[in-house]
């Protein structure tokens, strides 16, 4: 049975830092993209951030360039997004997501797209106060 499960949300102030952190079992998803998502209350949800397994290439949100980092631990079932100054508009339940394999010639706004993952952690809570 395949199982994606988040850790690592909490309540922190505007410009602290948290990371994330997201265990898969159940199956090798080396060759899977795992990404995160998020969403706000009264919002959809929304792509943050993808591992992308062939070549190794990582897509972030507009949003969040520059202060978010995903990265995957050697065994590639663990996945993890470090958020550095955070801000209040990230408050939101961050979902992790594997999905895959991918043609590694597919268009980045495929990796962005949520109908494209097949499994889903239950999420964590994020709440950055100002």
């Known amino acids: 049975q395949v199982q994606l499960v988040e850790s690592g949300g909490g309540l922190v102030q505007a410009g602290d830092s948290l990371r994330l952190s997201c265990a898969a079992s159940g199956r090798t998803f080396s060759n899977y993209a795992m990404a995160w998502f998020r969403q706000a209350p009264g919002k959809d949800r929304e792509f943050v951030s993808v591992?992308?397994?062939?070549?190794?290439?990582?897509y972030y949100a507009d949003s969040v360039k520059g202060r978010f980092t995903i990265s995957r631990e050697n065994d590639e079932n663990t996945v993890y997004l470090q958020m550095n100054s955070l801000k209040p508009e990230a408050t939101a339940v961050y979902y992790c997501?594997?999905?895959?394999?991918?043609?590694?010639?597919?268009?980045?706004?495929?990796?962005?797209?949520?109908?494209?993952?097949?499994?889903w952690g239950r999420g964590t809570q994020v709440t950055v106060s100002s």
């Open positions: 591992s992308v397994r062939n070549g190794g290439n990582t």
């Open positions: 997501a594997a999905g895959g394999p991918f043609d590694p010639r597919v268009a980045v706004s495929t990796y962005r797209a949520v109908n494209e993952y097949d499994y």
